[in-house]
């Protein structure tokens, strides 16, 4: 025993050692790696302009939040080669990363962070609305302005000023389902099930309440709990219910498990799945064939215009995957900057902020996006925004809906 | 109405199959062992991902997959035996408690950080087929799992009642002190019984893999309804607990269909509840004293 200890603990200082020179390392590198930077403004004059991305590349995000900085990262890189900031001089965009761990707490804790330990002109951020609404609480704060994907309408609703949401919102997507619906069938009778918690009682009280005006009938109206083992009962009531079309607000295994008992059960109807994970490349990756024909909604889509393709074929060419939604509008948005970095010609947030606010593009990729044109309302809201209807078709996710965006015709299954 | 009724009750019937497997898994433990383990469903989940990785790696099925998850986790559970069960043996409830408890955050954690909360699923020739009959269908990677569960439960009956090292097992449960008088050696009974719980809980993972998602959590839906299904069919009796997972297989399914998407568990603890109001130690326990 005394023989083990006597052989284990040099090993453990050597780890420890080991670990201290990799942290110094690291700590060294960056300091490398800024000290480089300011050397390198000082000598081509034009000093870089900050721009912030909080994404969380780790946690229960994780996923989506390393493609967010991965394709941040792209995007700073397409507007540094296209010659940066040409009113400043052709200054060029600096990114700083920051992970806020998928964690309210952290996102609060980095957004100041960031705002007080650098000089940033924007910022970007953070996937879950659940998160932005803590950056966008303290860019507020702090008049840096924020542009973000996430869909939550409360990010246009008290007052803010810095906050810039260039997407559809959440409140559009209820209304873009119906409307598929009617794509399949003149006389949509629609079925919803949800799972019984905040995120499915209201995604699909939204539906029931436009559905009249839509025209649809929703003929079944059914939460269940999450991580059930069967779908069978569910599913045997739906197709009691009669309906033409599915609508499932569900986590992802329980999708699986109603697709599969669908077609188990000779239940050949189309199911839309709304807004959420499932429109990543990892889930066709993960689900393969059950994923195929699955409807839903998305904000973005890397096919609706020749500028999203020409973006998409360059994350593909470095990630090997399609740039998934929410990753894309970060492009479209980080471009967004550009203009108005340019327009107020100076990296004072205060005027990028009102350049923001003054933002009127139709070409380019700043206008990428479904809509394919960015002007804000009062309340930080693209009057031009519109969600896509998105589809699955052999491993490529498919923009479908409206005839505008639509690269391809609704297959019905 | 009898069409529904039927379904519901096929339906109930081939998940309470694979709720048996893991019940029996935990009133096996508690039979022989006398600790109540709480990482079961964990096991299943790392049996899940046995099959997963075979499938997407090798290409092996997972049903066939069983016959690598169970001796794996076989193995697991006499170390788990060996070097942690044994050592909080005979120091009181919570020590023990703690021990399980802490092993299925743990595994949990672990799956989290190897494997990502990713949903992954296996694709099966099978997965998407089912057979009709009338206005039932069923649908055949349960069916398969179904079947197969239940000739393992039934391969255990006989290994307990015909085998030395069964009625060993069976002895230690009905009384410990009494069979280790008799010569039976508790190390080696404990470390087996372990042994076969878990390749049990091993043995569902790769059953259910053809049509359930795996997921670092995935067990705790399935742990549920089996320690009901243990506390229901008495503690530490096999054969009551897989009589008592069909029935709750069926009640769930049932309570599904006529209460509500969201309420299918209510059924199951009202059975529960009644049944522990009229028998207080389950269907199959002895009058209390």
Known sequence: ?413 | MAAVVAQALVNGLLIGGIYALVSIGVTLIFGVVKIVNFAQGEFVMIGMYISYWLAARVGLDPVASLVVSMPVLFAVGVLLQRFLIRRVLGLGDMPQIFLTFALSLLLINLALLLFTADYRTVDTSYSESAIHIGPVYVGVARLIAFGLAMLLSGALEVFLRATDLGKAMRAAAQNRDVAMLMGVNPEHVFSMAVGLSLALAGAAGSLIMPFYSVYPGVGQVFVLLAFVAVVLGTMGNVRGALIASLMMGMAESLGIQFVGADSGLIVVFAVLLLTLAIRPSGLFGRQTR
């Not at chain 1, 702090?142 to 949401?165: A, E, I």
């Not at chain 1, 990753?327 to 479209?332: D, I, Q």
């Not at chain 1, 010609?345 to 009127?360: C, E, F, G, T």
Request: charged fraction near 20%; aromatic fraction near 8%; charge should be positive.
């Open chain 1, 1 to 413: 025993m005394a023989g083990s200890r006597g052989k284990s603990s040099p090993r453990r200082y050597t780890r420890r050692g080991f670990l201290t020179t990799a942290i110094r390392g690291a700590i060294a590198t960056g300091a490398l790696t800024a000290y480089g930077a300011t050397t390198r403004n000082v000598a081509a004059a034009p000093t870089a302009v900050n721009i912030g991305a909080l994404f969380p590349a780790t946690g229960g995000f994780a996923q989506f939040g390393q493609d967010c900085f991965n394709a941040a990262k792209l995007a700073v890189q397409m507007v540094n080669d296209r010659g940066g900031i040409k009113s400043l001089g052709g200054a060029k965009l600096n990114l700083i990363l920051s992970d806020v761990q998928s964690d309210t707490t952290v996102t609060r804790t980095e957004t100041e962070r960031l705002i007080t330990s650098y000089k940033l002109s924007a910022l970007l951020g953070s996937y879950a609305s659940a998160l932005t609404l803590i950056a966008s609480e303290v860019a507020e704060r702090h008049k840096v302005p924020l542009l973000t994907g996430s869909s939550s309408d409360q990010l246009n609703q008290g007052g803010r000023k810095y906050t810039f949401t260039p997407f559809a919102r959440a409140s559009q997507f209820a209304k873009a389902q119906l409307q598929m619906a009617k794509l399949i069938s003149d006389k949509p009778k629609v079925a919803v099930v949800f799972e019984n918690t905040a995120f499915g009682t209201s995604t699909s009280s939204g539906v029931r309440e436009q559905a009249p005006g839509e025209g649809a009938d929703i003929v079944m109206f059914e939460p269940y709990s999450a991580g059930f083992t069967d779908a069978g009962p569910l599913v045997n009531k739906v197709k009691a219910s009669g309906a033409n079309v599915l609508f499932a607000v569900s986590y992802l295994n329980d999708l699986v498990l109603i697709v599969r008992t669908m077609k188990q059960m000779g239940l050949n109807i189309p199911l839309n799945g709304g807004s959420g994970g499932f429109l990543h490349p990892d889930f066709y990756k993960d689900t393969g064939k059950d994923a195929e024909g699955l409807l839903g909604v998305a904000h973005w889509n890397h096919d609706t215009s020749a500028d999203a393709k020409a973006v998409n074929a360059a994350y593909e060419k470095l990630y090997g995957k399609f740039i998934f939604e929410y990753a894309g509008g970060l492009v479209a948005q980080t471009f967004m900057i550009a203009d108005a970095l340019e327009r107020a010609a100076s990296p004072d947030p205060q005027k990028v902020r009102d350049a923001l606010a003054a933002l009127d593009v139709s070409k380019g990729f700043a206008a990428m996006g479904p809509g394919g044109k960015v002007k804000f309302d009062q309340t930080g809201k693209n009057i031009y925004g519109h969600p896509v209807g998105v589809q699955w078709q052999k491993g490529d996710l498919v923009s479908v809906f409206p005839k505008e965006d639509a690269r391809a015709p609704i297959v019905k299954s």
